[in-house]
């Protein structure tokens, strides 16, 4: 039995807004402001939550000073179209690539994603 449908994601960051703007617009979902709370939501459910937070401190990868704790995979149809597209809402392509069928970034808080193909 199945507690929830969907699981809910939670980054810490330090501007919830900003950090909110960036994946909802990514993504293509809806973006609900609480303050310093801030949620994305799909049509069908899926939600990442946006918790504001002082002395942020980004992660950083691929060492292990400050762990990432999380990162998460978007599934693209295109890593060239893709990459063009989050870098245009504020992304860094990361210098550490691993691999040739996803492309590491950092969202604008610096938390490291993954831009995949299926």
Same mark, same amino acid.
């Given at each position: 039995?199945?507690?929830?449908?969907?699981? =809910?994601?939670?980054?810490?960051?330090?501007?919830?807004?900003?950090?909110? *703007? @960036?994946?909802?617009?990514?993504?293509?979902? =809806?973006?609900?402001?609480?303050?310093?709370?801030?949620?994305?939501?799909?049509?069908?459910?899926?939600?990442?939550?946006?918790?504001?937070?002082?002395?942020?401190?980004?992660?950083?990868?691929?060492?292990?000073?400050?762990?990432?704790?999380?990162?998460?995979?978007?599934?693209?149809?295109?890593?060239? *179209?893709?990459?063009?597209?989050?870098?245009?809402?504020?992304? *860094?392509?990361?210098?550490?690539?691993?691999?040739?069928?996803?492309?590491?970034?950092?969202?604008?808080?610096?938390?490291? @994603?993954?831009?995949?193909?299926?």
């Amino acid at each position: 039995m199945a507690i929830a449908r969907f699981p =809910t994601i939670v980054l810490d960051c330090p501007d919830a807004a900003a950090l909110a *703007t @960036f994946y909802g617009t990514m993504l293509d979902w =809806t973006i609900k402001d609480d303050g310093d709370w801030f949620e994305v939501r799909a049509d069908y459910g899926q939600c990442i939550c946006f918790q504001q937070v002082a002395d942020y401190r980004a992660p950083v990868w691929p060492g292990q000073d400050v762990p990432q704790q999380m990162h998460l995979d978007v599934v693209v149809d295109d890593l060239d *179209t893709g990459e063009a597209e989050v870098i245009a809402l504020g992304a *860094t392509k990361h210098d550490h690539q691993p691999g040739t069928t996803f492309r590491v970034f950092l969202d604008p808080a610096g938390h490291p @994603f993954c831009l995949c193909t299926s």
